[in-house]
Every structure is written in C-alpha cells, then in structure tokens.
C-alpha cells in the first residue's frame, strides 16, 4: 500500500515537471524599492506602494556610521554597518501611511510609506 501511494506521488510530480517543460519553476519577484542611508539621512524619504501586495526594501548603508532601519507600525528593524546591505520583506498593508526612521540618526533620518 504504501509503495503504491509513494509510486503514484513520484509520478505525479514527473509528469507535472514535463507539463511544465521540465524546468524549475520560480516564484515571482517581489516588487522592490531601494532606500539609502547617507550622512544621516534616508533617500528617498517617501516610498509608495501599491495596497494588499507583499514587498521588499532594499536598505543600503552608504555612510560613515552604523544606521538602524526601523518601523514601529511594521515591526521591522535592522542594523547595517557602513557599507553594508540589507534588506526587509514587508507583508501587504492597507492603504494609509506607515512612518520609518534610522534608530540611530532620529532627527534627520526619518520616512514614510504611502500606501495607495
């Protein structure tokens, strides 16, 4: 019995691999929006996007200092020394404005998302 279903499970996933040409498939690219940190400031300092729809942040820090990305609304943060790169996945929002700052550099670096 068991051999049979695990038979019938590898043919299935063959046939659905010649269906589908026989390559992998790949998941789509998630939308992106670049944001960069330098001398203390977040650029650009507004980002929209579209509602209902996951995306990713790409933060590059281009300073001199450690920079901290940070949404409280959006539960995200993360630290990034000179030079570095990172980024953050945001899940669908809904329409309105979610602010983001640079933990680090609270004056100057602060931002939002616009969601329309």
């Not at 450690?66 to 990034?80: G, P, Y």
């Not at 004056?107 to 998302?113: E, S, Y």
């Amino acid at each position: 019995m068991m051999k049979d279903l695990l038979r019938v499970t590898v043919i299935g996933a063959l046939a659905l691999w010649l269906v589908l040409g026989g390559v992998p498939v790949q998941a789509a690219e998630l939308p992106t929006y670049e944001l960069v940190a330098r001398d203390g400031l977040l650029i650009p300092d507004t980002l929209r996007v579209p509602a209902g729809q996951r995306f990713k942040i790409v933060v590059r820090n281009e300073g001199t200092d450690a920079i901290e990305f940070e949404s409280i609304e959006l539960r995200k943060e993360k630290v990034l020394a000179p030079g570095a790169k990172s980024f953050v996945v945001i899940a669908p929002l809904k329409p309105g404005s979610y602010r983001y700052f640079d933990e680090f550099h609270p004056d100057t670096g602060q931002g939002r998302i616009i969601v329309e």
